[in-house]
């Protein structure tokens, strides 16, 4: 089953509105998701693990610029989106062009907003105010050491395929 692609937070909210009126947990994380790799994956099973149901907002293009530098993405956003939309754990879908996805976590509500391993203190993250003042709350998650799109691109770039994984 694929999931859902949303191009406008208001459709997105008409659905999940729909999901809360039946019972069911809503769970936000965000991310570049640039050349997905195992640590996606796990990351992404376990944030669908703390709900019913898993919205991935997905940087644009011109954010992941912004964040990442010139040479990124390497993947363009209609690939990384039907790479996300295509996972089992997966609910719903949505791109968005800020830095942060602060405008989706204040329209849409989740129950709960998932960040990964990189960070330490969610009180840290700019999402936390919104997440709180609502009565959210923000859920880290462990990170899988070993797999990560940055040190994927090093190991192209030196032609190294002495990986251990």
Known sequence: MLADTFHDVASLCKHCDIWRQAGDTLVFTNGCFDLFHAGHAVYLDEARALGDR???????DASVRRLKGPTRPIVPLVGRSMVINA???VDAVIAFDSDTPIPIIHA???DIHVKGGDYSDPTQLPEYPIVSDYGGRVALLSFLDGFSTSSIIHAIHNGSNNRSH
């Open 54 to 60: 898993l919205i991935v907002g997905i940087n644009s």
């Open 87 to 89: 996972l089992h754990s």
């Open 108 to 110: 849409l509500k989740p």
